[in-house]
């Protein structure tokens, strides 16, 4: 399937198109598999930078590894732990602008120097984690939480209204 990748000069712009193409891309699927996938493989074209992009979903007490693009990573995460498991802990999203000086961090890949974490709320719950990392040091603040929820907030709504586990 072919997705047209463009350049912004703004990174809101850039995430405002990726969540544009990730709706699309789960607008007439059903399978929670094949809808993250594809769209964890369109926010790889589609956000520059960045070395790792997939899911983490809840699966009891603990997260475990869903559809990803990037190097192999750790595939169950306890709550707590790394900056995925405080996201899923604490169900707030996690920006860390250089995880080498953050102690609480899983390395997963050596070249990823900064991440962003954000929570997908489906059916009442925590369902899961949209995790995004970048081998540029600073390239994901806070500020880029908002334009990023909005993609996984999308995710969000496409299992609630598809109703897929
Ligand atoms: N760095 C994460 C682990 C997952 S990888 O980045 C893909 C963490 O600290 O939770």
Redesign the pocket.
């Known amino acids: 399937m072919e997705i047209e990748i463009r350049t912004f000069i703004d990174r809101s712009d850039c995430y405002a198109y990726a969540l544009t193409q990730s709706k699309a891309l789960l607008e007439n699927e059903t399978d929670w598999t094949a809808g993250l996938a594809n769209v964890s493989a369109a926010l790889k074209l589609l956000i520059p930078d960045i070395n790792?992009v997939?899911f983490?979903l809840m699966r009891g007490a603990e997260l475990v590894?869903g559809p990803?693009q990037?190097k192999p990573?750790?595939s169950h995460?306890a709550l707590g732990?790394?900056?995925?498991?405080?996201?899923a802990q604490s169900g707030q999203a996690q920006a860390v602008p250089d995880?080498h000086a953050?102690c609480?961090?899983?390395?997963?890949?050596l070249a990823?120097s900064s991440?962003i974490?954000l929570p997908i709320y489906a059916q009442n719950r925590l369902f899961g984690l949209l995790?995004i990392?970048s081998p540029k040091r600073s390239q994901f603040t806070a500020t880029d939480i908002p334009g990023l929820q909005a993609i996984a907030d999308a995710i969000g709504r496409w299992i609630t209204m598809t109703g897929v586990e």
């Open positions: 790792w997939g983490y590894l990803f990037g990573a750790v995460i732990s790394g900056v995925c498991g405080t996201a995880v953050c609480n961090h899983i390395a997963c890949d990823s991440e974490v995790d990392d």
